[in-house]
């Protein structure tokens, strides 16, 4: 159960969650459209566990995932980050992704 907290929020921890965009093994769209966004947005980021660095649309489908690590308040721009927990954005096309694979 989740509950808001009255206390200081703690420093950034290294824990990290994976999103995956998609229904089906060759839905894509809202897997770029993700990207698009994130990267409009100056989101994109980092981790050492990657085997390349993602910074185009190129390199997220290569990989099959790119990165964010700030969550913003879209409705104050130029704020800084609400709050900082790293996620993962996967396509469909992950060897992780968890739905049914066509053959």
């Known amino acids: 159960i989740?509950?808001?907290t009255p206390c200081e929020i703690p420093e950034?921890?290294?824990?990290?969650i994976a999103l995956y965009m998609g229904d089906t093994q060759n839905d894509t769209?809202?897997?770029?459209?993700?990207?698009q966004k994130a990267?409009?947005?100056?989101?994109?980021?980092?981790?050492w566990r990657d085997?390349?660095?993602?910074?185009s649309?190129?390199?997220a489908r290569s990989q099959k995932q790119f990165r964010i690590e700030n969550i913003l308040d879209m409705n104050n721009p130029g704020q800084p980050p609400i709050f900082?927990?790293?996620h993962e954005i996967r396509s469909v096309?992950?060897?992780?992704?968890?739905g049914t694979r066509q053959m």
């Open 2 to 4: 989740f509950r808001e």
């Open 12 to 16: 950034y921890d290294g824990y990290h």
């Open 29 to 35: 769209k809202d897997f770029e459209r993700a990207f």
């Open 39 to 47: 990267k409009m947005a100056g989101l994109l980021s980092t981790n």
């Open 51 to 55: 085997a390349a660095d993602v910074f």
């Open 57 to 59: 649309l190129e390199e």
């Open 84 to 86: 900082q927990l790293e």
């Open 93 to 98: 096309k992950h060897p992780t992704w968890p």
